[in-house]
Each structure stands twice: as structure tokens, then as C-alpha cells.
């Protein structure tokens, strides 16, 4: 079965503090990986979709990249308008995402 | 506004009742999905249409869930004899092509059974 797991599941940074978010999958004919951001209260906003090992992908202060094993979204001094949540999703058969249950990132001034 | 459109946003209900909920894709989007996400986890699938004919339906859509697309356009969500269990926002999401991951979602509709 297709599984996302994400860590960490929270974290806190103060602003111009740069991180990473870590998104591991296990996937039987991966097809597409994808980054959301929620904010509390919406649905989920589109980001990145990455496709195979080795690709990268970089709107504004996150950069997004790809292994056979695992993603991470790198978000570069970050402000406090980047906190949100970030899910990571998967597509392998059919036309439906699997989602991780997504890291909380709290930015502070 | 051309975004995804749900109705209502938030719904309460006692346990046994039945609810609907209403997407309105965007209007080009052939493609229409419903999630159903609680608190703390990602966004689950529940069930997928192309126009008018439901191609994708989770195990986790019970027989007490039912999805409709009857014109391909706007998309209702009902189900029947709710439980607590019931208790979770769901999202609409809509897309222009097939096998895509770029999905644009509405705001949900939070349920509560009580």
C-alpha cells in the first residue's frame, strides 16, 4: 500500500532561519510527487510537482527536490507569512493523491 | 471569484440524519474529486469523476456515502445516517486534465455530528 510520511511534525523558526521538510514515500510506480501548502481553515494550494529523481523545483523562497526515496521542500529565509502547513502528496495508480499528514511550520518575527 | 465553490462551509448534525454537500468546479474542469481530511491528517480520497461518470471510488466511501456529477458540472456529496466518525472537513478539488497531481481545491465544508 501506498504510504507518505512526513517529519518533522511540527517546527518552529524564527525569521531568516532556513530548514528543510522531509517527505518519505513508498510507492509501487510512482508517477508524480507533489507539495501543497494549507493555511488554517482552506483547502490545500497547489505548489510543486516533481517527477523524477534528481529534479528540482523553486518558487520564491522554497525549492523543492526529488529522490528515488524521499523529498524535501527547502524553504530559504523564511518569513512569517510561509507558516502554514506543507503536505506532500503521491500519485501512483489511478487519479488519486495519497497525502502525508504534513509538517506545521511556525515562522516568528 | 473563479475558484472552487462548496456549500455549506460548515454543517452541523445530530447522529442519523443525513447531509449534502454541494461542489462547484471551476468552470472549464472536467475532472472532480472529493477528500475528506480530519484533524491533524492529510487529505484522504474519497472518490473521483470525469464529466459525468464516477471512474474512482475509495474503499473508505461506505454505503452510506453517495457522489454525483449528473450534469458534469457542479458535484453533490450526501450521506446518509451520519456518524460521529463522520466528523471532517470535505474538500472538493477540480482539474482540467486526467492523471494529474495539480489539483485546485475549494474550502470545504466542515461537518460535526453530534
Known amino acids: 500500500e501506498d504510504q507518505v510520511t512526513q517529519s518533522p511534525e511540527a517546527l518552529r523558526l524564527q525569521e531568516g532561519e532556513s530548514s528543510s521538510l522531509n517527505c518519505s514515500y513508498t510507492v509501487s510506480g510512482l508517477r508524480g510527487l507533489f507539495w501543497y501548502r494549507q493555511d488554517p481553515g482552506k483547502g490545500p494550494e497547489f505548489l510543486f510537482t516533481?517527477?523524477?529523481a534528481g529534479e528540482e523545483k523553486e518558487k520564491e523562497r522554497l525549492k523543492a527536490t526529488l529522490t528515488k526515496k524521499e523529498s524535501f521542500l527547502h524553504i530559504t529565509a523564511p518569513k512569517p507569512e510561509d507558516s502554514a502547513t506543507y503536505l506532500c502528496?503521491?500519485?501512483?495508480?489511478?487519479?488519486?493523491?495519497?497525502f502525508g499528514a504534513g509538517t506545521i511550520l511556525r515562522v516568528k518575527s | 471569484d473563479t475558484g472552487v465553490s462548496q456549500d455549506p462551509r460548515h454543517k452541523i448534525t445530530k447522529r442519523g440524519q443525513n447531509v449534502t454537500f454541494r461542489c462547484d468546479p471551476i468552470s472549464e474542469h472536467n475532472r472532480l474529486y472529493w477528500y475528506r481530511q480530519t484533524l491533524g491528517q492529510g487529505p484522504e480520497f474519497l472518490t473521483y469523476?470525469?464529466?459525468?461518470?464516477?471512474?474512482?471510488k475509495s474503499r473508505l466511501l461506505s454505503d452510506r456515502f453517495s457522489a454525483e456529477r449528473p450534469k458534469g458540472s457542479f458535484s453533490t456529496l450526501e450521506i446518509q445516517r451520519t456518524e460521529q466518525g463522520d466528523s471532517a472537513m470535505y474538500l472538493c478539488?477540480?482539474?482540467?486534465?486526467?492523471?494529474?497531481?495539480?489539483?485546485?481545491f475549494g474550502e470545504g465544508s466542515r461537518l460535526t455530528v453530534l
Open positions: 516533481l517527477y523524477s
Open positions: 478539488a477540480s482539474s482540467p486534465r486526467a492523471n494529474t497531481g495539480e489539483l485546485f
Open positions: 469523476f470525469q464529466n459525468e461518470a464516477q471512474l474512482e
Open positions: 502528496a503521491v500519485q501512483a495508480q489511478g487519479n488519486k493523491l495519497v
